[in-house]
């Protein structure tokens, strides 16, 4: 990876269009180098796209850029964020609670954050629960160790849930639902001036991981794989995403992103082929990353992020008719093929 690559993680505030402004925040952990967050220069203050995580060098490297902007953090009156995951979400409430600032929140995220805030653990128990159905239960039980006590701080409600919609700002701005990285993703629209506030929807350099949340699993990446077309179905514009540089057409990087999954599915496929049933199997025959790492070559977050990932690229594949999957002990077992084929073949 070039050193030009991740300057847009160290380079400051980058004014992106008149009264627009990308915020790279920091992380505590480097794997995406930062987040950005966007602040909107409204008539009455700010408006930001996302919050960061919620930690004491994101708030003085948020409160340092607004100053280099010209303005102050209790200027932003509002938060809009794409998903509910920490590094967007947590820092929002920290907002609210120091200047008042409204947040809120796709009302796709309603019951993960209801059963977060329930079950009050840090432990991602979804996803355990497709690696275990993944054939990964050794895997997950190493996971749900090392989680510390949970701090419930950063997990309130929104001020409003969003629905679908028009936001009345300056610059008006379209909600559009895009579930699949999290069921109540949003992006928010500026059809006029050509801009997309992507979130984790639609990366410039990464694919998202897929349903990295609380609640039933559904079909995640099929939900995805249904929000990437649509971003074809609305004027091309600029891409301002969550993490990574601005980028010219959200158009060619979702049909990258489209791409990449069909091969994706063609490889699961292959795999099913020469043997792998199980969705811990099937990852760990497949490559990860940009860099084809292997899977035993990643840490164990990341392993469960890949099989979690295969599992929903297999039940695409069963939901497409190209591949079939029953359950022995709790394990789902995979065959490629459409099933019919087997039954014509038995008759
Ligand atoms: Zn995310």
Redesign the pocket.
Known sequence: MSLDRGKWATGGPETVAPGVHRIPLPLPNDGLRAINVYALEESDGLVLIDAGWSIRESLTVLEASLIELGHRPDDITDVYVT?I?RD?YTQAIELRRRFGTRVHLGVGERPGLELLTTLRTDVPVTSLEVLRRGGAADLAERMAEGYGEFDPAGWEPPDRWLDAGTLPLRHPLRVIPTPG?TRGHVVYLDAARGLLFSG?HVLPHITPSIGFELGQPGLPLGDYLDSLELMTTFPDTRLLPAHGPVAASTHSRTGELLAHHDKRLAETEDALGSGARTGHAVAGVLPWTRRAVAFDGLDGFNRMLAVNETVAHLDVLVARGRATVSEVDGVARYSAGSGLQSCRSLS
């Open positions: 998903h995951h967007h990285h984790d």
